[in-house]
């Protein structure tokens, strides 16, 4: 809502304004004198600057051969530089503080930066100090963690425009050092063209004399060589073409020197020595300005002043004005914000109850009422619940005052969820509610809290989960009862397979006890094949009964001593399909009668009574077919004696992967040979 102009007036007077003024004028003078504060003076060493490339840049020798050889870019003053003939600088400071954390002495030599990196690739020096990565670098050094920050600036003359950027380069002439970051960022893009300078000071005259354009050099160096050198008309434009860590650069694969150097690194900078050495250059690395750049600031700086003192006055009255604003805005939107929450809590499914920090309930909604019975009049007050309530565990146990949620947050701090208990309202009834608890901290006072209580009616939940229970006790019972009546079946089940088969062998008492005696070695060859349980129970049935169908067959026919005439053993044969009919005909579940109409087929297709091959057979029917076989021979028929197991086994031997599956016939001969197997004797 908009603030009335009149009430605004009504809250300023002249009084106020000119108790500002002293501090208007206060600000503005502390303004002007920092903006028009001079830049300060940079020295440097003039040997620094005199050095000669040609001699400095000769194979360094050590004072010590024990000694590491530490190299570094004399051109890059005030970081590194001769001061006559001993290296100096910010970095060298540094690496004359790393060496008293290094087990051997440290040699620092300042050089030409180009012959510096090459001794140091082909081994005759050890180091390179303040070195940036990169990809072509990383392939022939190993780098330090970060030894110093650079920002590789752009520097113009003061007179040239455009130029604010890598891409505003293209065209120009750059100058660059000789084997240095910038030349080999700028050298990848050939619309670049890069001028190699002798130094630092010499490029920046060629700049300054117009024979290059631009020149990229670290902000530090140049900044200091330009005033070392009282270079001026010279700016620095854009952002910096690279901002990056320098390093120390070993040679490839030096990793026992990289981590002395890094461990001396971190040393320095863990006990201050790092910061104290920078602390110590910061003269020397001050921000470079030419005089119509100072001159510029101290125009802006008094400007600005000027406009301070005739827009204070008026930005002053905006900010009360918009302070006013805000806080009413502030108070209405609080105000909004709770009535919406009154609204919503009202509106709640779930009960909501207030105690303050000393216990006593001060609010509750609707749905609190509805769901314990009882009125906000007789809820609001009390600091523990009505006795009357009884309240009660799941258990049916009492549930103790002290264990209510609101009653452990309250003296904890801790929140309570989803704790279920009973409570009895005014009537009697039993209600069953979800309760949580979460503390709210009290305005004002320190350590203090309130807590905020919310539950649920779950009656009915807690209902049907009786329900269910009982239900599920009569459903367990149902099925106990259903399992003890499938194992009486089971067993009702074997006592028929087992007088049909004692049915079988009373017509052929010769063969008295095969089926059984089958049944057990078809389960051993099972088991040790892996067979499940499920199917290895099909193949002990369909053993027990494989020879059901020579019901059909004569009695004299089955012990007759002599040969049998086509005729009778065709009746012999049939009896494999005869039993697969009294079977099927039953309607037995599972493929027992298709295992017993199979028994006498073999894998080349040479069996009856259909002659089926391998792909045709049931796996069940290929272990009963060789322990058909090998109980067979080993026992005594009506027109042969027992042939033994040992020539039961050379049959099946030879007949493996032809007539018999070769598994199964490698499964036997381990039951027998390897396992100990013996028939169970008649």
């Known amino acids: 809502m908009p603030v009335k102009q009149r009430s605004l007036r ?4 002249p009084g106020r304004w000119a108790s500002l003024t002293p501090m208007i004028a206060i600000i503005a003078l502390a303004a002007m004198c920092l903006l028009t504060q001079p830049t300060r003076a940079i020295a440097a060493p003039t040997s620094a600057l005199a050095a000669d490339p040609a001699t400095t840049g000769a194979m360094p020798k050590r004072s010590d051969p024990r000694a590491l050889l530490f190299l570094g870019n004399m051109n890059i003053a005030p970081v590194i530089y001769l001061d006559g003939n001993v290296p100096a600088g910010l970095a060298v400071d540094l690496v004359r503080a790393l060496a008293t954390h290094m087990s051997r002495r440290v040699e620092v030599v300042a050089m030409n930066w180009k012959q510096a990196q090459a001794l140091v690739t082909t081994g005759a020096a050890d180091a390179l100090i303040q070195i940036n990565e990169t990809p072509e670098r990383r392939q022939v050094y190993d780098f330090s963690d970060p030894f110093l920050e650079s920002h590789f600036a752009i520097f113009v003359r003061q007179d040239q425009t455009g130029i604010f950027g890598t891409s505003s380069l293209h065209g120009l002439r750059v100058g660059v050092e000789s084997g240095g970051l910038p030349e080999q960022l700028l050298g990848t893009d050939p619309e670049i063209p890069l001028t190699v300078i002798p130094g630092f000071p010499e490029g920046f005259r060629m700049l300054k004399a117009g024979t290059i354009d631009a020149v990229v050099v670290d902000y530090r160096v140049g900044s200091y060589v330009l005033a070392a050198n009282h270079i001026n008309n010279i700016k620095v434009v854009g952002d910096p073409v690279a901002s990056s860590y320098s390093s120390i650069a070993v040679r490839k694969g030096d ?3 990289l981590t002395e150097i890094n461990g001396a690194l971190r040393t320095i900078k863990a006990d201050g020595t790092y910061q104290r050495i920078l602390d110590s250059w910061a003269p020397t690395v001050g921000v470079f300005e030419t005089q119509a750049q100072i001159d510029q600031r101290v125009f802006y700086g008094v400007s600005i002043t000027l406009l301070a003192l005739l827009v204070t006055t008026a930005v002053w009255a905006a900010i009360i004005r918009i302070q006013v604003r805000r806080k009413r805005e502030a108070e209405e939107a609080l105000q909004e914000s709770e009535e919406i929450y009154r609204s919503l809590v009202a509106a709640m499914a779930e009960g909501v109850v207030f105690r303050g920090a000393d216990g006593r309930i001060t ?8 769901i314990e019975g009882r009125s906000a009049e007789q809820m609001i007050g009390p600091t523990a619940e009505d006795p009357r309530m009884g309240s009660v565990r799941e258990d049916g146990t009492p549930f103790p005052e002290e264990s209510y949620p609101s009653e452990v947050t309250l003296r904890t701090g801790e929140p309570q969820h989803e704790v279920v208990m009973g409570v009895r309202r005014p009537d009697g009834a039993l209600v069953w509610i979800s309760v949580n608890s979460q503390p709210v901290l009290s305005v004002g006072v320190p350590g203090s809290h309130a807590v905020v209580t919310t539950f649920r009616d779950v009656t009915e939940s807690k209902l049907a989960e009786a329900e269910l229970d009982r239900r599920g006790t009569r459903l367990e019972e149902l099925l106990a009862e259903r399992e003890k009546n499938l194992i009486q079946l089971g067993r009702s089940f074997s006592s028929i397979i087992e007088v049909v088969g004692q049915v079988v062998e009373t017509r052929d008492p010769y063969t008295a006890g ?20 499920e199917v290895t129970e099909e193949i002990r049935v369909a053993a027990l009964i494989h020879d059901v169908g020579k019901m059909s067959v004569p009695a004299e026919i089955l012990s007759k001593p002599g ?5 009778e053993f065709q009746l012999v044969k049939d009896h494999a399909e005869a039993g697969y009919r009294i079977v099927a005909s039953t309607n037995m579940t599972g493929p027992t009668a298709e295992i017993i109409r199979q028994h006498h087929e073999r894998c080349d297709g040479s069996g009856y009574p259909r002659g089926l091959t391998a792909d045709h057979l049931l796996p069940a029917a290929k272990v009963l077919m060789v322990a058909d ?3 067979a021979m080993a026992s005594h028929r009506p027109y042969r004696a027992a042939l033994g197991v040992d020539a039961a086994l050379d049959e099946i031997a030879g007949g493996a992967g032809r007539l018999y599956d070769a598994e199964v016939c490698r499964a036997c001969r381990v039951v027998f040979l390897e396992r100990g197997f013996e028939f169970t004797p008649i």
């Open 255 to 257: 990793t026992a020197l």
């Open 514 to 533: 095969h089926q059984r005696r089958v049944s057990e070695l078809a389960v051993r060859i099972s088991e040790e094949m892996g067979v499940s349980a």
């Open 629 to 631: 076989v090998v109980e």
């Open 10 to 13: 009504g809250r300023t007077s």
């Open 363 to 370: 609010a509750v909604n609707p749905a609190a009422q509805r």
């Open 563 to 567: 040969s049998l005439s086509s005729a």
